[in-house]
């Protein structure tokens, strides 16, 4: 009856959060941002692509030296930000939302980017010699530079601890072991022993392996979910223009409730359609920002714009894909408002396969998020303590790999929004301050990009 009781207060505490005064607030920031920096998200969406794949000269290319290249970096920002949270939160979405929050999705996802590209710009600029001689950025450094930063920087830090701890690591562990029983029927205990021993082999080859693992993983999983959802949206082709005036209509029917400004039906979209982008492709939260932080890249301007890519593939590659696949294939009808809504959907042009792929997929996507999340938290780890007791920070994060594997987590995925909260609050509170200082360094690289070409 107590923990009944516990999850329902930390899940009203999540809605009231997750309001609209929040998400308003990030819609203002977004729009604000993207009109400070000159559309910079539209202006170099395509030439993004061109700078991850050349590097920037004088930038450290190799993990020897304790720093990532940004193509690495490019790799872990996307592994962090596609995990189970895509597979099942477009599905909450949809359910929660319907096919408009699919549109909006779409629509306000071009302007988050401008949240994305400011927080890796000022985990860039914004740096600090480490004790260990190494130069490192992230919100943990450039919070200290905006009112409040004798302790913003360790509310973060801690915050974002705990989100590596539960939505990085037990979350996406349980799902892993749920996607295992179900295919194969293995003892849950040997599976939680096995994960267990995976991330301690991972962790006690420091970031150089924790890198190197991702890189190996991430390109599989988002080349195997292309390939299964581009199958399925091929197949259901005569159905994707009507599903496209169905989110489109969605997004916008008025049914006026109380006489509120907005209908009913579109805030229901809206609200979720961002929360559950954010929640998916973290734009805001800052984690992308510490990986990139770790680059020693000189052009803050260039590392931000590479950003850039990372969010077109979550925010459009996956999460709309997916919505779009929902109602291309009537799944969105289908009364599920969890990962079967996802099976459904595949399904469709698999079969009874369908089950298998997206148990592939959540099991992929689980892996490779917890890895990214591995060095994420690492990295706030050091923070907190000065560098000292990595040790134990390594297995504090493979203890609750087999803790996530074992026990029910219903009520820890109720405090997903609370922490996500914590982040995002602080985060855009510090870009927000600083703002005018990256608008200079952007403006700059206009001049500068102007007389090149």
């Known amino acids: 009856m107590l923990y009944e009781e516990l999850g329902l207060l930390i899940e009203k505490i999540g809605e009231f959060l997750w309001g609209w005064p929040l998400i308003i607030g990030i819609m203002c920031v977004s729009i604000v941002m993207t009109i400070a920096f000159g559309g910079i998200q539209f202006r170099y969406f395509i030439r993004s692509w061109r700078y991850l794949l050349t590097p920037e000269v004088g930038t450290s290319t190799k993990i020897e030296e304790n720093y990532i ?25 949809m359910y929660s939302g319907g096919p408009g929050a699919g549109f909006w999705i779409f629509v306000l996802g071009f302007f988050l980017m401008s ?42 830090a801690f915050f974002c601890l705990l989100l590596t701890f539960v939505t990085g690591n037990a979350m996406q562990c349980n799902s892993i072991k749920s996607g295992l029983v179900e295919m194969t029927a293995w003892n849950e205990y040997a599976i939680a022993l096995v994960m267990f021993i995976f ?44 599903a496209l005036m169905i989110m489109t209509q969605h997004a916008f029917t008025q049914q006026a409730v109380h006489g509120a400004l907005l209908g009913y039906t579109m805030q229901t979209a809206m609200r979720f359609g961002i929360a559950r982008s954010i929640n998916a492709t973290e734009v805001g939260l800052g984690t992308s920002g510490i990986i990139f932080g770790t680059t020693g890249a000189k052009n803050p301007v260039r590392s931000g714009i590479i950003s850039l890519a990372t969010t077109s593939i979550s925010n459009f590659g996956v999460c709309f894909l997916l919505m779009w696949l929902f109602v291309a294939t009537g799944a969105w009808q ?20 369908g089950g298998w792929i997206v148990n592939i997929l959540s099991m992929m996507f689980g892996i490779g998020c917890v890895i990214a999340y591995a060095y994420i938290g690492r990295e706030c780890w050091s923070f907190l ?34 922490v996500n909260a914590g982040l995002i609050i602080s985060n855009l509170y510090g870009l927000m301050w600083l703002m005018p200082e990256i608008q200079k360094g952007v403006r700059a690289f206009y001049v500068h990009d102007r007389k090149r070409n």
């Open 334 to 353: 289908s009364g599920y408002g969890d990962i079967r809504m996802t099976i459904f959907a595949y399904e469709t042009i698999f079969g009874t396969f």
């Open 385 to 418: 303590t000065k560098g000292r007791y990595l040790f134990l920070y390594g297995l504090i994060f493979c203890l609750m790999a087999l803790f996530g594997a074992l026990v029910e987590v219903r009520i820890l995925w109720k405090t997903i929004d609370i």
């Open 199 to 242: 991330l301690l082999y991972i962790m006690v080859g420091g970031a150089r392996r924790i890198v190197r693992v991702s890189d190996a993983v991430t390109p599989l999983k988002v080349g195997l979910f292309f390939v299964a959802t581009f199958l399925a949206l091929i197949y259901n082709v005569s159905s994707l223009w009507q």
């Open 115 to 156: 949240i994305r590209f400011a927080e890796v710009y000022a985990s860039t600029a914004f740096t600090e010699k480490q004790t260990s001689g190494i130069i490192r950025g992230g919100p943990m450094v450039y919070l200290a530079r905006v009112p409040g930063g004798s302790w913003l920087p360790q509310f973060y």
């Open 69 to 93: 290249t940004p193509f690495q970096a490019f790799i872990n920002a996307l592994s962090a930000s596609l995990g189970n949270g895509s597979l099942v939160g477009m599905a909450t979405a």
